[in-house]
């Protein structure tokens, strides 16, 4: 070997260990605790946009009206996506002060893909209907605001802060996949209808990267916000932030023994009292840790008794309990549920309310089976035959191998709207956001 190639490969060598040594400070700095943390404050249960009255919930003459598969309880449904052969993935939802809710989600070729957007779509609170979805961000306008290269957009969380204002947290990457990602925020003062210039959510002093954001926030009485986000780089974890008015970190709080946990969710049950629940790509099972000081302390996380694939989840508080949304089984999304737990907060002994299921949870579906399903259920919400072999060439395409299709009903998000409605948001076979509604209480609506 020549001398020049052995400084060459001395140098790339030394090089891959300078680099490698900078990412994995890099790590160890995301863990770190923002210094001069300000005094902590109470937690609020939800943040109202209004103090209207409540209305109840009325049907929709777009709505197909569903019993669950355990013939637990009856529901509302309909679908919030409409545009075929797109792959569509991680919806979130508020309710608007008029009492409508607006959904997001990011739409695309496939998931990771630079064409994907952040889209959304609005319902009317009276007649139960989608408006139709619009594109709200793309990944040139990020880069726009950012200064900075985009590769890829994911992960929309809309909420509403403590002031009144809508803001949307976005997973965006710039080099790399998804453990390369950064979050971007934006803020709207009108409902949605605009949105500010985009903004970089700035988690760590160094490099700034390998923040992901799914769960929505939750409010402190002080008017500052707790953002439940995750890591991916090297080593995962889960982390809550403490956003400022201006929505800049001003703490963040590593939850402990979270490692390859995922996605936390956040229940806040009193001033001092909350829960925290995550997946996990170890345990096969649901996560959970809680605090009873408003935050500032967590104790070790630890399994559940509720099996879940690794898959995201979802919750929500009401006057009667908490609720989440969950896959619970441990090796596929093909059944998604709801558990019901009393004023205690003990999911150990919630009650599951199946939602959408596969009915063989552990048997794939031959191809040609799976298509004449997806065609069959398509048409029977109203979707055409032309498009319904979009719909279906999509998820064959997302879905399937080389001679099975697994089914997939997944990354739930919850909402409780004024009128005691709870709203479910999910997945629905990678090709469309599907949405349902129902009392808690065990809906008025019964079928014929």
């Not at 509720?306 to 995201?312: E, L, M, Q, T």
Request: net charge positive; aromatic share 8%.
């Amino acid at each position: 070997m020549s001398f020049q190639k052995t400084v060459s490969v001395n140098w790339s060598y030394r090089s891959v260990q300078a680099i490698s040594l900078l990412l994995v400070v890099a790590c160890g700095l995301a863990g770190w605790k923002v210094s001069g943390r300000s005094a902590s404050a109470n937690l609020l249960p939800e943040i109202s946009a209004t103090n209207a009255q409540p209305a109840r919930m009325q049907p929709s003459t777009t709505d197909f009206l569903q019993r669950s598969p355990d013939g637990r309880f009856d529901f509302q449904a309909q679908f919030v996506s409409a545009v075929p052969g797109r792959a569509v993935h991680a919806a979130s939802m508020v309710e608007l002060a008029n009492q409508d809710v607006r959904a997001v989600w990011f739409s695309g070729s496939r998931e990771g893909a630079r064409d994907v957007t952040i889209q959304t779509a609005v319902m009317d609170h009276v007649t139960g209907q989608w408006q139709p979805e619009r594109a709200m961000f793309e990944r040139h306008q990020i880069e726009r605001g950012l200064w900075r290269y985009v590769k890829k957009l994911g992960n929309p969380v809309i909420a509403r802060a403590p002031d009144g204002s809508l803001v949307l947290w976005m997973v965006n990457v710039s080099l790399g996949g998804w453990a390369g990602s950064a979050i971007t925020w934006a803020r709207s003062n009108d409902e949605g209808a605009t949105w500010s210039q985009p903004r970089r959510l700035v988690t760590s002093p160094f490099l700034n990267i390998s923040t992901l954001v799914k769960g929505a926030p939750f409010a402190f009485a002080d008017g500052q916000l707790g953002l439940p986000v995750y890591h991916e780089f090297i080593s995962k974890f889960a982390e809550i932030l403490r956003l400022d008015t201006d929505g800049r970190v001003v703490d963040k709080v590593r939850l402990p023994d979270s490692q390859a946990s995922l996605q936390p969710v956040v229940l806040v049950s009193g001033p001092l009292n909350a829960q925290v629940f995550m997946r996990s790509d170890h345990a096969h099972a649901m996560m959970a840790s809680s605090t009873a000081d408003a935050g500032k302390t967590w104790l070790p996380t630890h399994p559940t008794i509720w099996p879940n694939p690794d898959s995201a989840l979802a919750g929500v508080m009401t006057a009667g309990g908490g609720w989440l949304a969950i896959n619970p089984t441990t090796d596929n999304r093909e059944s998604l549920s709801l558990l019901a737990a009393g004023k205690d907060g003990n999911f150990d002994a919630a009650t599951q309310w199946v939602v959408e299921s596969s009915g063989l949870p552990m048997k794939r579906l031959a191809i040609g089976d799976y298509e004449s399903l997806l065609r069959k259920q398509l048409m029977a919400a109203g979707v055409d035959e032309a498009q319904s072999k979009v719909y279906v060439a999509s998820a064959r395409r997302q879905l399937c191998g080389e001679q099975s299709c697994a089914q997939e009903f997944s990354y739930p998000h919850l909402l409780k709207t004024r009128d005691g409605t709870i709203h479910l948001l999910y997945t629905w076979h990678r090709i469309r956001i599907k949405h349902i509604r129902f009392d808690p209480q065990q809906t008025a609506m019964r079928l014929p």
